[in-house]
């Protein structure tokens, strides 16, 4: 499903076949959450952008407004109009970070909904069929985001609890593509890198679930706090020990600079809301660094966003505009400004399949990794 075309040093340029569509990697997966990317894009918006695949949630949909619900109606891709690879995401990390009260025993995660207080049990089997139920191209295993800086103690005992729960998923996944009636019986599972910032659990983490020959494998529970040096440090120790012939995936990032140091480390799949979100408050990505939109000295410029960008809100309208939109309280700014950043990630990954592809990677990203995350 997963073979490599071009490599240099250890960054990889591949594709995976998926039974949804071909991703070429290095990928970017662009966040719509609960089936929409927020600032007012559809799925038919991200067919221009150049997005591969779309990520949705298993929590959220599974609260509002039900998997089951998403089932009956044919499943995610129908019901978002994305015709595409889809991604889901297990849940897990919105369990440990959203949930204010939550209780965690080895049959699974006891929470309170964040919106309606509701109690509700998810565990690695609950987990596996609501992705089912979605239809998902990827399912993500479940697994316990352990927050940084924690105690190796529970660090230890929550991998090797992660590692039996990735077991249960597999087994449910079997079963649930199995049934007759199953959304997408061709469901792929991701098993998720755990560890914290401990080296050697990361890395006996990464053997003990490569041995379960999945489908792709997903490092997990960086990019939360931790100095960007010892999300790459953790990345080299524990790129050695994946699979060269399965799919990557950062789980959470990141910025540009990070894409690129990433990428280098050997990572295919990235994913993060931060192009949206930012995207929201008119901070800008463009090939120069970041720029804030709300600065007065935007207030009169006629030209893009940034020269070098062919996305329509480049093509059709200048920073002076888009300025008066935020400050007029349009919604319309947002929607702008979120299809501009969307479309620089999805050329930034496109850039770097090229750059890989010829041999030039290494120069690209010493001329652009600090850059294209610096402020202007």
């Given amino acids: 499903m997963f073979r490599?075309?071009?490599?240099?040093?250890?960054?990889?340029?591949?594709v995976f076949v998926t039974p949804h569509g071909d991703i070429q990697t290095p990928g970017f997966m662009n966040v719509a959450t609960c089936g929409a990317i927020k600032g007012a894009l559809s799925a038919y918006d991200l067919r221009e952008l150049g997005t591969q695949v779309m990520l949705c949630n298993t929590y959220h949909l599974h609260l509002r407004p039900g998997d089951e619900l998403i089932r009956d109606l044919g499943g995610l891709q129908r019901f978002t109009g994305w015709n595409g690879p889809i991604l889901t995401d297990s849940g897990g990390f919105?369990?440990?970070?959203?949930?204010k009260l939550r209780n965690i025993k080895e049959e699974g995660v006891t929470f309170a909904s964040h919106i309606s207080g509701a109690r509700v049990f998810m565990g690695p089997e609950e987990s596996v069929r609501i992705?089912?139920?979605?239809?998902?191209?990827?399912?993500?295993?479940?697994?316990?985001?352990?927050?940084?800086?924690?105690?190796?103690?529970?660090?230890?005992?929550?991998?090797?609890?992660?590692?039996?729960?990735?077991?249960?998923?597999?087994?449910?996944?079997a079963r649930c593509n199995a049934l007759h009636d199953a959304v997408n019986p061709r469901q792929l599972l991701f098993g998720i890198n755990q560890g914290c910032t401990f080296d050697e659990l990361r890395v006996r983490n990464m053997e003990a679930i490569r041995a379960l020959d999945l489908?792709?494998?997903?490092?997990?529970?960086?990019?939360?706090?931790?100095?960007?040096?010892?999300?790459?440090?953790i990345i080299s120790r524990v790129e050695p020990h994946m699979p060269p012939d399965k799919p990557r995936y950062l789980m959470g990032v990141g910025t540009p600079g990070n894409i690129l140091e990433s990428v280098a480390r050997g990572i295919?799949?990235?994913?993060?809301?931060?192009?949206?979100?930012?995207?929201?408050?008119?901070?800008?990505?463009?090939?120069?660094?970041?720029?804030?939109?709300?600065?007065a000295k935007y207030e009169r410029e006629e030209g893009p966003i940034d020269p070098q960008c062919a996305c329509p809100t480049c093509q059709r309208h200048s920073r002076a505009y888009l300025r008066h939109l935020f400050k007029a309280g349009e919604m319309l700014a947002m929607r702008l400004c979120v299809i501009h950043n969307l479309f620089f990630y999805n050329r930034l990954l496109e850039r770097i399949r090229e750059e890989i592809a010829v041999g030039t990677f290494e120069a690209f990203r010493a001329a652009h990794a600090d850059r294209l995350d610096g402020r202007i």
């Fill in 4 to 14: 490599l075309t071009h490599q240099q040093k250890n960054a990889r340029r591949g």
């Fill in 94 to 99: 919105q369990v440990f970070s959203l949930a």
């Fill in 131 to 173: 992705q089912s139920n979605l239809g998902s191209t990827i399912a993500m295993a479940f697994d316990e985001c352990v927050a940084n800086p924690a105690q190796l103690p529970y660090a230890e005992a929550s991998c090797a609890r992660t590692v039996r729960w990735l077991v249960r998923c597999q087994e449910e996944m």
């Fill in 215 to 233: 489908d792709g494998y997903a490092i997990g529970g960086l990019a939360v706090g931790e100095p960007k040096e010892d999300m790459y440090r």
């Fill in 268 to 295: 295919d799949l990235f994913d993060c809301v931060m192009p949206s979100r930012n995207a929201r408050h008119g901070h800008l990505n463009t090939w120069a660094g970041i720029i804030n939109l709300h600065n």
